[in-house]
T-cell receptor
Framework: ETGVTQSPTHLIKTRGQQVTLRCSSQSGHNTVSWYQQALGQGPQFIFQYYREEENGRGNFPPRFSGLQFPNYSSELNVNALELDDSALYLC?????????????FGQGTRLTVV | QQQVKQSPQSLIVQKGGISIINCAYENTAFDYFPWYQQFPGKGPALLIAIRPDVSEKKEGRFTISFNKSAKQFSLHIMDSQPGDSATYFCAARRAGGGNKLTFGTGTQLKVEL
């Protein structure tokens, strides 16, 4: 088990609603990345936070936003939910930005939009 | 644009056999190539990783072979066991790109008795 924990584990929302997912990074890790994994697909990078600043973003619309807190925990917010947002959302934490820093994933939050 | 192509999509191997999964990449700026193992309902777990200045890396039953000129890398699982049955993802990270990982599409491995 990694030290990365995500909550909740499962969530059902209605189209058009907003959702907040939470991630507690591994102790000492200052970088958090969020990924979306659709069923049967590889994870897709959403964005990354380093020391409370967004530092890199994938091809996702602005209704996907996030925060990183001083203790390096993080939130992913999705507004105006669409059916295609149904996926496993993964948080990964690592130490630093460059070099060979391993990314450790949480167990994910399964979001279902109906 | 899929920057990391993975094959096969699924693989069935007999217990004790060798499982081989291949990946190819396009972006020569990638400098770190990890492999992840994922069980149903779980997040990906790092198995083994390699940098392009090394042609092979072995950890236990898992070996990465890396061919920089061909822009290809592969995972070999020796003496495959039923407990290895999972989905495997290759990934790549660009130098200076923080920790943004670009994943392949995954290979579902089943090891039969």
């Amino acid at each position: 088990e990694t030290g990365v924990t995500q909550s909740p584990t499962h969530l059902i929302k209605t189209r058009g609603q907003q959702v907040t997912l939470r991630c507690s990074s591994q102790s000492g890790h200052n970088t958090v990345s969020w990924y979306q994994q659709a069923l049967g697909q590889g994870p897709q990078f959403i964005f990354q936070y380093y020391r409370e600043e967004e530092n890199g973003r994938g091809n996702f619309p602005p209704r996907f936003s996030g925060l990183q807190f001083p203790n390096y925990s993080s939130e992913l917010n999705v507004n105006a939910l669409e059916l295609d947002d149904s996926a496993l959302y993964l948080c990964a934490s690592s130490l630093g930005q460059g070099g060979i820093t391993e990314a450790f994933f949480g167990q994910g939050t399964r979001l279902t939009v109906v | 644009q899929q920057q990391v192509k993975q094959s096969p999509q699924s693989l069935i191997v007999q217990k004790g056999g060798i499982s081989i999964i291949n990946c190819a990449y396009e972006n020569t700026a990638f400098d770190y190539f990890p492999w992840y193992q994922q069980f149903p309902g779980k997040g990906p777990a790092l198995l083994i990783a390699i940098r392009p200045d090394v042609s092979e890396k072995k950890e236990g039953r898992f070996t990465i072979s890396f061919n920089k000129s061909a822009k290809q890398f592969s995972l070999h699982i020796m003496d495959s066991q039923p407990g290895d049955s999972a989905t495997y993802f290759c990934a790549a990270r660009r130098a200076g790109g923080g920790n943004k990982l670009t994943f392949g599409t995954g290979t579902q491995l089943k090891v039969e008795l």
